[in-house]
Nanobody, 124 residues
Framework: QVQPVESGGGLVQAGGSLRLSCAASGRTVSSSTMAWFRQTPGKEREFVGC????????YYADSVKGRFTISRDNAKNTVYLQMTSLKPEDTAVYYC?????????????????WGQGTQVTVSS
C-alpha cells in the first residue's frame, strides 16, 4: 500500500511556473507507477501524466505536453510535477495517484491510491 501526499500548490500568474511534489509513504515511488490528475468543479478527473514503475517512462496528456514534466527522486521518495508556461485553464485541484502495476493507463480507475489534492490557480 502507498499513501501519496501532495504539496506545492498555490497562485501563479499566467506564463509562470510551479512545482508540485508527491511524497509517498508505505511504498517507494520507484516500485509504483505514479500519476498526476487534475479536476475542476463539475468536471471529471483529467489525466495529466504518469511515470511508469518499470523503466521510469513518462507519458503526458496532449494538453500539457511540452509544458509539464514528471520526475522521480528515489532518494527522497518523491515524485514531482514541474509545470511551466501555465495557463488559466490549468487551474484545478491536482491529485497524485499510485498503483503497483508496472505500467498504467490514463483513467482514474487505473490507480488504487490517491492523495488529498492541492489547489493550483493560474491568474490571467
Amino acid at each position: 500500500q502507498v499513501q501519496p501526499v501532495e504539496s506545492g500548490g498555490g497562485l501563479v500568474q499566467a506564463g509562470g511556473s510551479l512545482r508540485l511534489s508527491c511524497a509517498a509513504s508505505g511504498r517507494t515511488v520507484s516500485s509504483s507507477t505514479m500519476a498526476w490528475f487534475r479536476q475542476t468543479p463539475g468536471k471529471e478527473r483529467e489525466f495529466v501524466g504518469c511515470i511508469s514503475r518499470v523503466g521510469g517512462f513518462t507519458y503526458y496528456a496532449d494538453s500539457v505536453k511540452g509544458r509539464f514534466t514528471i520526475s522521480r527522486d528515489n532518494a527522497k521518495n518523491t515524485v514531482y510535477l514541474q509545470m511551466t508556461s501555465l495557463k488559466p485553464e490549468d487551474t484545478a485541484v491536482y491529485y497524485c495517484a499510485a498503483t503497483i502495476a508496472a505500467y498504467s493507463g490514463s483513467t482514474p480507475n487505473s490507480y488504487d491510491y490517491w492523495g488529498q489534492g492541492t489547489q493550483v490557480t493560474v491568474s490571467s
